[in-house]
């Protein structure tokens, strides 16, 4: 590895140097008790690959928030570490079948989605292409994780491509201080953030204007943000099919639970300098109660 780094270096001084790990580059542990030693510094980037299938089909037959939970705690402690001593985590593959009818890959991009928005790391798709000329030894062979679809005259899936473009955009980082470092609240489901008003089925019942609820991250995915209300009742953020934010009752919290999805109630608070993204990254919430929502963002510092 040191070798290979420093040839690089010593043909073009002025690129980075990206090295990556071992099993399918799932896996730079190894370099906890054996860092590499080069010549230069200030250049060097490590690489990591994460599919659904990296598991096996552990996230269509786990229970969505456990799963979630320990694959991101696995990954911390395979190559998050990193980030931690200073080094840009680079994630050169990832990607999911764009047919939309993977499950498996369906619940893994909804974890991935919040774990790459909080870390603000950058990324490479796989893959772009629709099809191949020929591809173990199939004649035009259909690449079911393309962007565009068998003849490359479109895109596979509007929807999937529009939540990924969510990542696109740096939320922080040398270059993008352009403001105090603040609080957004994303939404990996859909790729947006959720503006300051929240929509509740209590407000009848309740008198949320005078009240102050305490959120905190439930679940192993630390992504379900619930209250308790005053009657005992735990609810958690949604989002309902018109992309408003709702309340309702927390789903998928019992890990022994493999066919229900918590995807809409998943939430990931995240770290931005910037000033704003366009419009269209953000949920429309229609609701008035904008004193529920500043009680709720204020609980988390925003």
Same mark, same amino acid.
């Given at each position: 590895?040191?070798?290979?780094?420093?040839?690089?270096?010593?043909?073009?001084?002025?690129?980075?140097?990206?090295?990556?790990g071992l099993k399918y580059d799932r896996d730079l542990s190894f370099l906890l008790n054996k860092p590499v030693t080069l010549t230069f510094s200030?250049?060097?980037?490590?690489?990591?690959?994460?599919?659904?299938?990296?598991?096996?089909?552990?996230?269509?037959?786990?229970?969505?928030?456990?799963?979630?939970?320990?694959?991101?705690?696995?990954?911390?402690?395979?190559?998050?570490?990193?980030?931690?001593?200073?080094?840009?985590?680079?994630?050169?593959?990832?990607g999911v079948d764009m047919r939309g009818t993977n499950v498996n890959d369906n619940r893994y991009l909804n974890c991935f989605m919040g774990w790459?928005?909080?870390?603000?790391?950058?990324?490479?798709?796989?893959?772009?292409?629709?099809?191949?000329?020929?591809?173990?030894?199939?004649? /035009?062979?259909?690449?079911?994780?393309? +962007?565009?679809?068998? &003849?490359?005259?479109?895109?596979? #899936?509007?929807?999937? @491509?529009?939540?990924?473009?969510?990542?696109?955009?740096?939320?922080?980082?040398?270059?993008?201080?352009?403001?105090?470092?603040h609080k957004i609240l994303f939404h990996p489901m859909t790729g947006l953030c959720v503006k300051r008003c929240i929509r509740t089925p209590y407000?009848?019942?309740?008198?949320?204007?005078?009240?102050?609820?305490?959120?905190?991250?439930?679940?192993?995915?630390?992504?379900?943000?619930?209250?308790?209300?005053?009657? /005992?009742?735990?609810?958690?953020?949604? +989002?309902?099919?018109? &992309?408003?934010?709702?309340?309702? #009752?927390?789903?998928? @919290?019992?890990?022994?639970?493999?066919?229900?999805?918590?995807?809409?109630?998943?939430?990931?608070?995240?770290?931005?300098?910037?000033?704003?993204?366009?419009?269209?990254?953000?949920?429309?919430?229609?609701?008035?109660?904008?004193?529920?929502?500043?009680?709720?963002?204020?609980?988390?510092?925003?």
């Open positions: 590895m040191q070798k290979g780094a420093e040839a690089v270096h010593s043909a073009n001084p002025n690129v980075l140097v990206i090295l990556s200030k250049k060097l980037v490590y690489e990591l690959h994460w599919y659904g299938f990296s598991n096996g089909q552990a996230w269509a037959t786990g229970n969505p928030n456990q799963v979630c939970g320990q694959l991101v705690a696995e990954t911390a402690s395979k190559a998050g570490f990193l980030l931690d001593q200073g080094y840009p985590l680079f994630v050169s593959e990832f790459a928005a909080e870390l603000d790391v950058d990324w490479a798709l796989w893959a772009l292409t629709g099809s191949y000329y020929i591809r173990e030894g199939v004649v /035009g062979y259909e690449e079911t994780y393309g +962007v565009y679809n068998w &003849n490359w005259c479109d895109v596979r #899936n509007q929807t999937t @491509l529009h939540k990924i473009s969510a990542l696109q955009y740096p939320l922080r980082g040398p270059g993008y201080t352009e403001r105090r470092p407000k009848t019942q309740y008198n949320l204007h005078r009240h102050h609820f305490k959120w905190e991250a439930v679940s192993d995915s630390k992504m379900h943000l619930s209250s308790k209300l005053e009657d /005992g009742t735990i609810v958690c953020l949604d +989002v309902d099919s018109d &992309n408003n934010v709702v309340t309702n #009752n927390c789903k998928c @919290l019992d890990n022994k639970n493999n066919k229900c999805d918590p995807a809409s109630q998943w939430f990931k608070l995240i770290d931005s300098t910037r000033c704003g993204a366009d419009k269209s990254f953000f949920l429309e919430i229609n609701s008035v109660l904008k004193l529920v929502a500043n009680n709720f963002l204020s609980s988390f510092g925003l």
